[in-house]
């Protein structure tokens, strides 16, 4: 399998609903449904009626994997949900969640979205004293460790095994008779509450999952919080303070659903102001402004509000392709692209086009787009890219190539844009984009992908960029 798109991938998506009135289960399907985005590779969801628990899980969209018919309980009324991509662990069956796992007090299903840099250590450590990992994916850590607590109660078990934790993690957890959420001590990843008219309490990565099931915003989960949901409404336990916020910017710049609100920031009104604020930056002018659908839509539209040139659709994009496609061929590799994206010919010949992305990440999609253009006749071609330069990897739940690979790593933006053809190319300024998200304040952003002024302890850091880290063993 070949990717068609090697941009950045959305990280994974959690969901859970504790309800004794209505279906659990299927607010949990609406809900993935809505944070599709975040994973394409498999999904899963789990529920308990308090005296059994079971899961469902399977390998591509959630249509596909719940096309014949949804997770039934008689009495349900706590369910967990996970759709993924993977960034630790390769995209196979058992590396699918919910977890579910069985342990001395009962069993417990956890879904997780993120990466966690003390994986390797943890699990290696676990391993010597005896423990059976099933899996190849950091998550599985978490179940072994709370299984593994003498701590008395469940929520005491989860927060020992958290301060063990170090790295990016957004957590739905259920118990046979809890819905547990948990965010991570820098707030790398979002998560939020919400409640439905029927009085059910709901978790979700995005606030775009709580409107799916017409569910009202209540507040973001804060960084370093869990909350714990039963008969008795929700409990609030902080089990780190004084650390960093540190969220991620690419949540605002390209993961996120432009619909979403993350930590009171409006993800359309960030991108909005990014266009804009590259047309004032980069001063590039033009007959039309077009995007690179989806993820440069937004951010077109405020370039084109600013600049006053028309907004226009120059690239159809082909949503009935999914995220990959087979490609023996280096022809097919070579038309990957246009079996994705096609330019409308009467709209761009003539032209001088402003195209607007929100990344550059290898350089070689980029390219194929500019040339696409020019053979549609485009007069003249200039990118405008909705962040800055992308020099260096992520290590907190996004899969990003190993550094040799970014070619912002290797190349000046002159040489990127000699690269990809175009004949003028601008990134967004980190103080501009700064300045566009302007709901959070700016130092409780990570940046590290452009600056990596990494927000870990230098020896917490992975070693290595592979994601396969847990299937590189020595045999």
């Known amino acids: 399998m070949y990717d068609i798109e090697p941009k950045w991938k959305e990280e994974c998506g959690v969901y859970g609903v504790y309800s004794r009135t209505e279906d659990v289960s299927t607010l949990t399907y609406l809900g993935l449904y809505a944070l599709q985005h975040r994973g394409q590779e498999s999904a899963g969801i789990a529920l308990t009626d308090g005296a059994w628990m079971d899961v469902t899980r399977g390998m591509g969209l959630v249509n596909e994997v719940f096309r014949h018919q949804l997770p039934h309980m008689e009495h349900e009324y706590i369910a967990i949900g996970h759709v993924r991509y993977s960034t630790t662990g390769s995209s196979l069956m058992c590396n699918t969640q919910p977890l579910l796992v069985n342990y001395a007090d009962g069993r417990i299903a956890l879904a997780h979205n993120g990466n966690l840099t003390n994986a390797a250590a943890i699990r290696h450590k676990l391993e010597q004293q005896g423990t ?6 950091d998550s599985e850590v978490f179940v072994n460790l709370i299984a593994r607590s003498h701590a008395e109660t469940i929520e005491q078990k989860i927060i020992e095994s958290l301060k063990q934790i170090k790295g990016a993690y957004c957590l739905t957890i259920m118990t046979e008779e809890k819905l547990i959420g948990a965010r991570d001590p820098q707030g790398f990843r979002p998560l939020c509450l919400g409640r439905t008219k029927e009085g059910s309490w709901v978790l979700s990565s995005e606030s775009c999952g709580l409107d799916v099931v017409d569910a009202e915003f209540v507040r973001d989960i804060k960084p370093g919080e869990m909350v714990v949901i039963d008969d008795d409404g929700v409990k609030s336990y902080m089990f780190a303070t004084g650390e ?3 969220s991620c910017i690419f949540e605002y710049i390209y993961f996120a659903r432009p619909d979403s609100v993350i930590d009171g920031q409006s993800v359309h009104a960030a991108r909005f102001m990014m266009g804009r604020m590259l047309a004032r930056e980069s001063g590039f002018k033009g007959d039309i402004v077009i995007s690179v659908p989806d993820s440069g839509t937004t951010a077109a539209t405020g370039f084109a509000y600013e600049s006053g040139i028309p907004f226009v659709e120059g690239l159809i994009k082909n949503r009935y392709i999914g995220r990959t496609f087979i490609q023996p061929t280096q022809k097919m590799r070579d038309l990957s692209v246009k079996l994705k994206l096609n330019p409308i010919a009467s709209v761009v010949k003539g032209k001088d086009v402003i195209m607007v992305d929100d990344s550059i990440v290898r350089g070689t999609t980029s390219g194929k787009i500019v040339k696409m253009l020019r053979n549609a006749g485009a007069k003249s071609v200039k990118m405008c890219v909705s962040s800055p330069p992308i ?7 996004i899969d990003t190539s190993v550094r040799k690979e970014l070619i912002a790593a290797t ?5 990127i844009r000699e690269f990809i053809g175009a004949d003028g190319l601008y990134f967004l300024s980190l103080e501009g984009l700064k300045k566009c998200v302007s709901a959070v304040d700016p130092e409780q952003m990570c940046y590290a992908c452009f600056n990596s002024a990494y927000p870990i302890e ?4 992975p070693a ?11 045999r």
């Open 458 to 461: 230098e020896g917490e850091k």
């Open 244 to 246: 960093k916020m540190a």
């Open 411 to 415: 190349k000046s933006v002159e040489e």
């Open 132 to 137: 059976i990992f099933q899996t190849s994916i």
């Open 464 to 474: 290595g960029d592979s994601k396969y880290v847990f299937e590189q063993r020595k």
């Open 391 to 397: 020099g260096y990897p992520c290590f907190y739940g």
